[in-house]
T-cell receptor, first 113, second 112 residues
Framework: GAVVSQHPSRVICKSGTSVKIECRSL??????MFWYRQFPKKSLMLMAT?????????EQGVEKDKFLINHASLTLSTLTVTSAHPEDSSFYIC?????????FGPGTRLTVT | GENVEQHPSTLSVQEGDSAVIKCTYS??????FPWYKQELGKRPQLIID?????GEKKDQRIAVTLNKTAKHFSLHITETQPEDSAVYFC???????????FGGGTRVLVKP
């Protein structure tokens, strides 16, 4: 089946720095990827839809200047958390669409100190 | 936009018993309803899904029912086993592969 990877799996950064998370579709091409955020013991909240070759579509309330999304190729989307703060600490999960299904990455746990 | 409510938030059952989780959605344009199982720190895994042209779907011990008129759908797990312990999420979308709106999740504990 379709496989999606994320890198890194865990990252700790200092407040004020930026962090980039990669989402890759390993055995298929994905024109559309999604970025979700999950707080501890909470549900997944869609942050944005990443479209290859065009701008991402952000959900209401998500700051596009803070969460920069780049989908530069058919197998890679990146999420950059700029000027991270402790409240950005969360589990970030991407998914990629293939043949009408969404396949989730393993997630990236971001801790901002 | 779509809003998905899920109940209960926690569910404890004895091994061998059945577990039922219920979800309601608000957007009548939603046509695709997947269910995911997520273990701690892991990615969500699709366990079953149903489309709006079907009222019920079954896969071994797991079944899902959909009432499009009432805008609710349910997950049924029969003969529960300890390995069924996890968090289960329902979701809704206008089509398979489109963006998903998730319910709040149900933490299921199967006691041996």
């Amino acid at each position: 089946g379709a496989v999606v990877s994320q890198h890194p799996s865990r990252v700790i950064c200092k407040s004020g720095t930026s962090v980039k998370i990669e989402c890759r579709s390993l055995d298929f091409q994905a024109t559309t990827m999604f970025w979700y955020r999950q707080f501890p013991k909470k549900s997944l909240m869609l942050m944005a839809t990443s479209n290859e070759g065009s701008k991402a579509t952000y959900e209401q309330g998500v700051e596009k200047d803070k969460f920069l999304i780049n989908h530069a190729s058919l197998t890679l989307s990146t999420l950059t958390v700029t000027s991270a703060h402790p409240e950005d600490s969360s589990f970030y999960i991407c998914s990629a669409r293939d043949m009408g299904q969404q396949y989730f990455g393993p997630g990236t746990r971001l801790t901002v100190t | 936009g779509e809003n998905v409510e899920q109940h209960p938030s926690t569910l404890s059952v004895q091994e061998g018993d059945s577990a039922v989780i219920k979800c309601t959605y608000s957007d009548s344009a939603s046509n695709y309803f997947p269910w995911y199982k997520q273990e701690l720190g892991k990615r969500p895994q699709l366990i079953i899904d149903i489309r709006s042209n079907v009222g019920e779907k079954k896969d071994q011990r797991i079944a899902v029912t959909l009432n499009k008129t009432a805008k609710h759908f349910s997950l049924h797990i029969t003969e529960t086993q300890p390995e069924d312990s996890a968090v289960y999420f329902c979701a809704a979308s206008t089509a398979a592969g489109n963006k998903l709106t998730f319910g709040g999740g149900t933490r299921v504990l199967v006691k041996p």
